[in-house]
């Protein structure tokens, strides 16, 4: 059995893009927002939503994921207010950031407890603020890490990408594809 970890209605349409023998459980948890080493923050917050529904179904298989977008030496999680929002997308115009999914998958009864990162880079054009401002019309940009979908109206940001676009999205489908083919769970 699998469980998908999350509440992001774009994980679990990514994942039915593979299989359609999967459960959703939320995993309730805090993720972590801060450490040493950010960039590792997607992986283990992966990890940590993996490891607590596994607690409550020892014999599943979980899939836990994590995205974040990287800026700088900064981390921009999902926007607050749509001035942050605005603030997000203005700091990414004109730019490359990278696109940083962590996966993994958990089954305590077969001592299971794999994670990985998955790196993509996407650049936008400049964006002035009317083109901020439209792209905030047409998107929900509060429940995205970096204030974008890179899967609605890119046109918009002028988004290009180098890497798996799925993991843009949230679920980097290529390894999972291969690692869930592993335990015959495809």
């Known amino acids: 059995m699998l469980i998908l970890a999350s509440e992001s209605p774009r994980r679990k349409v990514l994942l039915e893009k593979i299989t359609g023998r999967f459960s959703v ?7 972590l927002e ?8 997607p992986q283990m917050n992966a990890l940590l939503k993996a490891q607590a529904v596994s607690e409550r179904f020892p014999e599943a298989f979980v899939l836990g994921a994590d995205t974040a977008v990287f800026a700088g030496t900064g981390m921009l999680g999902k926007p607050e207010s749509p001035e942050e929002a605005a603030e997000m997308l203005e700091l990414l115009g004109g730019r490359s950031h990278k696109v940083i999914s962590g996966t993994a998958l958990v089954c305590r009864s077969q001592g299971v407890c794999r994670a990985w990162s998955t790196v993509s880079k996407v650049t936008f054009k400049p964006l002035t603020r009317d083109e901020i401002a439209e792209y905030m019309k047409q998107v929900n940009v509060l ?13 918009l940001l002028g988004a ?5 676009l799925e993991n843009i999205i949230g679920l ?6 291969e690692i869930l083919r592993e335990y015959d769970l495809l």
């Open 143 to 155: 429940d995205k890490a970096g204030a974008y979908a890179i899967q609605e109206y890119p046109e």
């Open 160 to 164: 290009v990408w180098e890497g798996e």
């Open 25 to 31: 459980v939320p995993a309730g948890v805090d993720e």
């Open 172 to 177: 980097p489908l290529l390894r999972l594809t």
């Open 34 to 41: 801060s450490g040493n080493e950010p960039e590792k923050l």
